[in-house]
């Protein structure tokens, strides 16, 4: 800080900057809100359930959930399903996530301005 206790003007730049990259990230988030959302782990399990919300560190809660997990190791193998409820999905674990929802709102998700 400089003497007089204001904030140089480079700084307040910078920050006017982050903030306006965070809402639109807060806000492309914000329509994935509450949508049926696949999410696949490193271990060959997959989670169906809403997605509910995502932290700084890319952890994903999902409400409602059901897991999906291969009951041999042949390829076409059957798939066990139990009811989870809400649960947590470390990012380090995640390998692929899918939403459900049209193609026109996956291309608007995909839309960079």
Same mark, same amino acid.
């Given at each position: ?10 700084? %307040? &730049? ?8 965070? @809402?639109?990230?807060?806000? /492309?988030?914000?329509? $994935? ?14 989670f169906l359930g809403t997605f509910h919300c995502i932290d700084k ?8 959930? %059901? &897991? ?8 076409? @193998?059957?798939?066990?399903? /139990?009811?989870?409820? $809400? ?27």
């Amino acid at each position: 800080m400089e003497p007089g206790g204001e904030k140089p003007l480079i700084e %307040v &730049e910078r920050c006017g900057v982050s903030e306006m990259g965070c @809402s639109d990230t807060v806000n /492309r988030v914000r329509k $994935l809100l509450f949508r049926r959302m696949l999410v696949g782990i490193k271990d060959g399990r997959f989670f169906l359930g809403t997605f509910h919300c995502i932290d700084k560190q890319g952890n994903i809660i999902l409400q409602d959930t %059901v &897991e999906y997990r291969s009951i041999r190791c042949s390829s076409p @193998s059957p798939m066990e399903q /139990r009811c989870l409820g $809400l649960i947590l999905i470390p990012s380090s674990s995640r390998t692929s996530c899918h939403i459900d929802c049209s193609i026109d709102e996956k291309l608007s998700l995909l839309k960079v301005n």
